[in-house]
Nanobody, 117 residues
Framework: QVQLVESGGGLVQPGGSLRLSCAAS????????GGWYRQAPGKERELVAT???????NYADSVKGRFTIARDNAKTTMYLQMNSLKPEDTAVYYC???????????WGQGTQVTVSS
């Protein structure tokens, strides 16, 4: 079994930065396909950013130029660097990861990000 443990959320003022982490543990597991999602109160869960085995990254239009998704060299931890945060970025952020596309994906427990003055 694989567990994804998120950390790094919190309260930040508009314009500030946070870095979220998503660490994989359990069986040998490489984050070859990963993504960050978020869900604000009363809204659907939405895709924020993805990274794939080839290293290509994709971002939602609302976060382009402000957020960066990355992995460590071992591909056991995934990050989301969030800069120039806005109140509308407030949400619970979830990570999602797969090692191969023929195996199930896994979700983290979620971490709260609140952007407020």
């Amino acid at each position: 079994q694989v567990q994804l443990v998120e950390s790094g959320g919190g309260l930040v003022q508009p314009g500030g930065s946070l870095r979220l982490s998503c660490a994989a543990s359990g069986r040998i597991f490489r984050i070859n396909y990963g993504g960050w999602y978020r869900q604000a109160p009363g809204k659907e869960r939405e895709l924020v950013a993805t990274v794939s085995i080839g290293g290509s990254n994709n971002y939602a239009d609302s976060v382009k130029g402000r957020f960066t998704i990355a992995r460590d060299n071992a591909k056991t931890t995934m990050y989301l660097q969030m800069n120039s945060l806005k109140p509308e970025d407030t949400a619970v952020y979830y990570c999602n990861a797969q090692d191969t596309l023929i195996r199930p994906d896994y979700w983290g427990q979620g971490t709260q990000v609140t952007v407020s003055s």
